[in-house]
């Protein structure tokens, strides 16, 4: 906390008017804190030039073997999802004989129950 107080006290760009009153003014740069605004555009044209331009433009490039890889890719890609859209199609279409089988099941039921109990000398196993 002592060190923080201490970095904050010699680096802000506040300075105390007076010691008896606890208010403070701004002061423009104060000795080892943050260089001029000015400074900075000055020197933002030459930092911008003296780097490569060309820094990692050849990891760009795109190579004839990773496009091949891609193509290969792209269509395992699209056979599987085809094959997926006809596993999805077949599971709807049994899904929906199993429904029907069973309405068809319950229908019946309802059919043998309903006719056994309109008559009473049959005697249906369900």
Same mark, same amino acid.
């Given at each position: 906390?002592? !060190?923080t107080l201490?970095f904050? !006290?010699r680096?802000a /760009?506040? &300075?105390?008017v007076n010691?008896? =009153?606890p =208010?403070t003014q701004? =002061?423009?740069c #104060?000795e080892g804190?943050q260089l001029p605004r000015?400074t900075?555009t000055?020197?933002?044209?030459? +930092?911008?030039? /003296?780097? #490569?331009?060309s820094?990692g433009t050849q *990891?760009? *490039?795109? /190579?004839?073997e990773d496009s091949?890889?891609? %193509? @290969?890719l792209?269509a *395992?890609v699209q056979?599987?999802?085809?094959e997926? /859209? @006809?596993?999805?199609l %077949?599971?709807?279409?049994?899904? +929906?004989?199993?429904?029907t089988?069973? @309405?068809q =099941?319950? *229908?019946? @039921?309802?059919?043998l129950?309903?006719s056994?109990? !309109?008559?009473?000398? &049959?005697?249906? +196993?369900v």
């Amino acid at each position: 906390m002592y !060190s923080t107080l201490s970095f904050l !006290s010699r680096k802000a /760009d506040f &300075k105390q008017v007076n010691p008896d =009153i606890p =208010i403070t003014q701004a =002061i423009p740069c #104060p000795e080892g804190t943050q260089l001029p605004r000015e400074t900075f555009t000055q020197q933002g044209p030459k +930092n911008a030039t /003296d780097k #490569p331009e060309s820094n990692g433009t050849q *990891d760009l *490039d795109e /190579d004839e073997e990773d496009s091949e890889e891609f %193509e @290969r890719l792209q269509a *395992d890609v699209q056979a599987a999802q085809d094959e997926y /859209d @006809r596993a999805l199609l %077949e599971a709807e279409t049994l899904h +929906n004989e199993v429904k029907t089988a069973l @309405r068809q =099941i319950l *229908d019946h @039921r309802v059919t043998l129950l309903s006719s056994s109990s !309109s008559s009473p000398c &049959k005697n249906v +196993n369900v």
